[in-house]
């Protein structure tokens, strides 16, 4: 069987230190590069771009809302332009800089409290979808399994992964639990393997209330901002790699050959 470990990282911002990043380079498949819009910037861009190549890490693009204060955790009703134009210009940073340091963009996964909205709003889903299509035909659009943002992928007949977390936790519509509320994260090591073992054997989301939703899986993420986020990455590759899953970068599994 073949996996992808992911992260979303390069969020260095006034918030958040990102002092993660390397270490999680060396461990994980894929990075998920924040464009400069709810944190990172250029230069930041650059490094993590330059550090993945070194690592042999796929690198796609990470749009949020441009909401530096609340990195892209705040919800905003934009229009079908304003939306289009706001993932547009994202994409093309991170591919301007992967041009210059001659790396691959490989996909894109929509960051905070926009992706937790194309996941229960198709109508935004498939203006994201179609701005990534039009951007290039031939990116992967990460998305979440059994929700608006699939069905989307599917109906422009779109390359896409389906991701589920290790570090968070789902309600019984299989969507991440607000991270407002308690019991949304995950931070035990051993719980989040746990969680990510029962859901590879059943190939389904875990809810927290211990129930099963069929899905998809092909990529596990990792929060690079999470407080065990290299423990819990390294757990969950070494154990899966025990139980003979080969992992690999994103665009190399087997599905998009």
């Known amino acids: 069987m073949e996996l992808n470990i992911n992260c979303d990282l390069g969020e260095k911002s006034e918030i958040f230190d990102a002092i993660n990043d390397n270490e999680l380079l060396k461990i994980i498949n894929t990075a998920n ?11 930041i861009i650059k490094e993590t ?15 949020g809302f441009k909401d530096r ?7 905003y009703s934009l229009t079908s332009k ?3 134009k706001l993932i547009f210009e994202q994409l093309e940073i991170i591919q301007e800089i992967a041009d ?5 963009m490989t996909h894109v996964k929509p960051h905070g409290a926009l992706n937790n909205m194309a996941c229960e709003d198709f109508d935004l889903s498939i203006i994201i979808a179609k701005t990534i299509y039009s951007f290039n035909k031939n990116l992967i659009y990460m998305v979440l399994p059994s929700t ?10 779109m390359r896409y992964a389906c991701e589920i977390f290790a570090d968070r936790n789902y309600n019984e519509k299989g969507l991440l639990i607000n991270r407002s ?34 899905a998809e899986i092909d990529t596990i993420c ?15 590759k070494k154990k899966l790699t025990e139980q003979g899953i080969i992992f690999k970068k994103l665009d190399k599994l087997s599905k998009f050959k």
């Open 82 to 84: 304003e939306l289009s």
């Open 69 to 75: 204060e609340n990195f892209g955790r705040k919800k």
């Open 49 to 63: 771009i330059v550090n993945s190549k070194k690592f042999n890490v796929s690198i796609g693009a990470h749009p």
């Open 148 to 157: 608006e943002m699939i069905e989307a992928a599917k109906k422009l007949n």
């Open 100 to 104: 210059k340091e001659n790396y691959h």
């Open 222 to 236: 990792v929060h690079g901002d999470g407080i065990h986020a290299i423990d819990i990455a390294k757990s969950i």
């Open 33 to 43: 590069i924040a464009c400069g819009y709810h944190a990172g910037s250029r230069k």
């Open 181 to 214: 509320e308690k019991n949304s994260m995950v931070y035990d090591p051993n719980l989040a393997l746990n969680n990510i073992l029962q859901m590879l054997e059943n190939r389904a989301i875990k809810t927290y209330k211990g129930n099963f939703i069929e």
